[in-house]
C-alpha cells in the first residue's frame, strides 16, 4: 500500500491522543507519540506520508509483519460465525489454537490455559505453581521483565519494579549469567555459567528449599538486553530445580513463536519447563492473547481440585482465530525457517560488520529475529553509552542515535544503552540490509559520544 499523505487528519488523530489517552510508562506531559496511519509488512507510516521499517516489530510481537491477508481474513471470519462467546464452553477456534500451540510446545506441555496477555500469563504461572507445590517464595533474575500487573512487576528485574515493589511479593532475586557484564568475575562462558548456578544454588539453600515454589527465568532474556544463556544454564537450572522440588517457569512471551528461528527458544537448548508463558508472536499481536502451557504433572494438580483463577476473555474466538491462522501461515510460508536462515546469514553478520567498524558497538549478541548491540562509550571499559536507567540529558546519545535511526527510515528498539534488532520473523533479506544500511548510519552519530 502506498502511504497517502492527509496531514490534517493525523493532526486530529494526536489532538484526541493528547486529550483523552493515558500512555503506559510515560510522564504524560512529556511524550509526543507518533500518529500511525497506516501498516503492512514490515513497514507503517504516518499522516505525512512517511514510511518506516519497523526493526521493534511493534512491541516485538508482529512475528508474520503488519497486515497478514489470512490472519486478517481469518479474524473477519470468525467474527462473522461467532465474535465472542464465555470461557467455559468448548469453542472451536479456542480448542484449535490450544491443539496447535500443544503440538509445538516441548515435553508434556500439552495443557494451555489461555489469557489476554503475557503480564497474566505470568501472574497465572506462579499462582498454579504456588497452588501445587504448597510453597510461597519465586525467585527470578534482575536482568528480565515479565509484565505490569501486580506479581509479574514483582518478578521483573528492571527499575519498572521500583515504583510498585513493596518488599511483599515472596520474590527473590538473583544474578543470571552474562558474561559481558559478569557479576561472578568470569572470564569464559563456562566459567561464567558454573559460578551463576552455583550463585542459584547458594540462594535456593540460604532461602530455603523447601520455601520455594518456583524459578522463573526468560529463556532468553528480551528486553533486558537479549542475552542467550550460555551452554549447559537451563539445563543446570532445571536440575536444580528437580533436586528441590521447584517448578520451573520459563516466560517465552517475547521469545516465543518463531522469534529466535525456532519455535520456541527452549528448544535451542533442549530444556523442559514445567510451566511456559507464551504471548505476542502466537498471533503476531492482532487481537490481545496470553497464555500458559502446563506440563501433565501441574495439570493433574487440578484435575479434581478447582483452579482458582479465571478471566472473562480467556481463550477469546477472534483472539484465537488470529492465532490458529498465524500459526499455519508460520507453517505454511516457513516463517520459522527465514528466522533461522536470514538470522544467522544477514542480521548477525551484518550486526557484526557493523561493529567493526563503529566504537560504538561494545558486543553484538542474538539469534533469529532476536538481536541486541550494547552501546558503550568506551570498549575497553566497556562503560555504557548511557547511565543505567538514563532518562532527560543523561540518555541524550541514545535519543540521538534513536532520532537519525527514525530519520533514516528505521523505527528501532531502543531500551537503556541498547539497541534491539527485531524485525519481523519474515522480513526479506532485501528489508534486512535496507534496515541494516540506516543503522549504520545511525551508529555513526553514537561514534559521536565515544571517549
Not at 201 to 211: K, L, M, N, V
Not at 308 to 313: E, K
Amino acid at each position: 500500500m502506498t502511504p497517502q499523505p492527509n496531514p490534517e487528519a493525523g493532526a486530529a488523530v494526536k489532538a484526541a491522543d493528547r486529550a483523552h489517552v493515558f500512555h503506559s510508562w510515560s510522564a504524560q506531559e512529556l511524550i509526543d507519540p507518533l500518529a500511525v496511519a497506516g501498516a503492512e509488512g514490515s513497514y507503517f507510516w504516518d499522516y505525512d506520508g512517511r514510511r518506516y521499517l519497523d526493526f521493534s516489530s511493534g512491541l516485538v510481537y508482529t512475528n508474520v509483519g503488519y497486515q497478514h491477508p489470512e490472519v486478517v481474513a481469518a479474524i473477519q471470519e470468525q467474527a462473522a460465525r461467532m465474535t465472542t462467546f464465555a470461557p467455559a464452553f468448548a469453542v472451536e477456534a479456542r480448542s484449535e489454537a490450544a491443539r496447535l500451540i500443544a503440538e509445538r510446545t516441548p515435553g508434556d506441555l500439552d495443557k494451555i490455559f489461555f489469557t489476554n496477555g503475557g503480564a497474566d500469563a505470568v501472574e497465572h504461572a506462579l499462582r498454579m505453581a504456588r497452588l501445587h507445590t504448597g510453597r510461597p517464595k519465586v525467585l527470578s533474575a534482575y536482568r528480565s521483565y515479565h509484565g505490569g500487573t501486580q506479581q509479574a512487576v514483582n518478578v521483573t528485574g528492571d527499575p519498572r519494579r521500583w515504583a510498585s515493589d513493596s518488599g511483599t511479593a515472596g520474590v527473590v532475586r538473583f544474578w543470571a549469567p552474562f558474561l559481558y557484564r559478569s557479576r561472578f568475575y568470569a572470564e569464559t562462558e563456562e566459567q561464567e555459567c558454573a559460578r551463576a548456578l552455583e550463585h542459584l544454588e547458594a540462594t535456593i539453600a540460604f532461602e530455603g528449599p523447601s520455601t520455594i515454589a518456583a524459578v522463573i527465568l526468560e529463556t532468553i532474556p528480551g528486553t533486558a538486553g537479549i542475552m542467550p544463556p550460555p551452554a549447559g544454564y537451563l539445563a543446570g537450572v532445571r536440575e536444580l530445580c528437580d533436586t528441590y522440588g521447584i517448578v520451573l517457569v520459563l516466560d517465552e512471551v517475547m521469545a516465543g513463536f518463531g522469534r529466535t528461528g525456532t519455535w520456541f527458544a527452549a528448544d535451542l537448548y533442549d530444556v523442559v519447563p514445567d510451566l511456559m508463558t507464551f504471548a505476542k508472536g502466537v498471533n503476531s499481536g492482532y487481537v490481545p492473547l496470553g497464555g500458559v502451557a502446563l506440563s501433565g504433572a501441574i495439570a493433574e494438580t487440578f484435575a479434581t481440585r478447582p483452579y482458582p483463577g479465571g478471566l472473562t476473555y480467556s481463550g477469546h474466538p477472534l483472539a484465537c482465530a488470529a492465532a490458529v491462522a498465524t500459526i499455519n501461515v508460520m507453517a505454511q510460508e516457513g516463517i520459522v525457517e527465514n528466522a533461522a536462515a536470514l538470522g544467522a546469514s544477514v542480521v548477525g553478520p551484518g550486526l557484526r560488520e557493523l561493529a567493526g567498524r563503529h566504537p560504538s558497538v561494545g558486543e553484538v549478541r542474538g539469534v533469529g529475529m532476536f538481536w541486541a548491540l550494547e552501546l558503550v562509550r568506551d570498549r575497553e571499559t566497556r562503560e555504557p553509552l548511557v547511565p543505567y536507567n538514563a532518562s532527560g540529558e543523561a540518555n541524550a546519545p541514545m535519543a540521538a542515535f534513536a532520532a537519525a535511526a527514525k530519520e533514516g527510515g528505521v523505527w528501532p528498539f531502543v531500551n537503556m544503552n541498547r539497541t534491539h534488532v527485531v524485525p519481523p520473523c519474515n522480513a526479506s533479506e532485501a528489508e534486512l540490509k535496507e534496515g541494516l544500511a540506516v543503522l549504520d548510519a545511525a551508529l555513526t552519530v553514537a561514534d559521536g559520544y565515544v571517549a
